[in-house]
């Protein structure tokens, strides 16, 4: 699984086979069960994850009230930068939806892939950039779309997702509550 991972770093920087080998050395398999965490809120991210099979979804506990505000699935990678960069105490949870099988590095371990691999640095910032511009995306969607367009994005992004994710989470994630979702669908249903 480590190979699908290598390839993804691949399309972003050159890796030699030597950088290649230090890859598979950095980064361990994990798997999480489902309905298990990867963080919980109050811990601190001490890894990212690489998701070789399964989904996950990030969400905060408001009052009570479960808010999910992303998913990630094979192929991406997972981490709450906002606490692993600093090693603070996170405000978000990630948690398994399915099985998970994972490769993951520590943040320590990550700092040597940096230095060692002649362009870490540079697969670094590559990858943040895209979280940062994603989540900024996401923010101005919440705020400037209605929940039927933020459902229609959903889908033209994620449209192998709806199977494998409960209804109340896709809810969540746009804004309503499940029975405005489902009228939502019957309306994008009909149209589509």
Known sequence: ???????????????????????????????????????????????VGFISRGLVRYYINDEGEDKTYYFSQENEFVCNYESFVPQQPSKQNIQALEDCTMQVISYNDLQTFYKKLKNGDRFGRLVIEQVFIKTLQELNSFYTDPADIRYQ?????????????????????????PQSL??????????N
């Open 153 to 177: 994005k959903f889908m033209a992004q994620h449209p192998d997702l709806q199977q494998r994710i409960p209804q109340y989470y896709i809810a969540s994630f746009v804004g309503v509550k």
């Open 1 to 47: 699984m480590i190979d699908n991972l290598v390839r993804i770093i691949r399309q972003t920087i050159e890796v030699s086979e030597t950088e290649c080998e230090l890859i598979a050395m950095l980064f361990t398999e994990k798997v999480y069960k489902k309905g298990s965490f990867f963080l919980s809120e109050g811990d601190i991210c001490k890894h």
């Open 182 to 191: 489902s009228r939502i669908r019957k309306k994008y249903l009909l149209n």
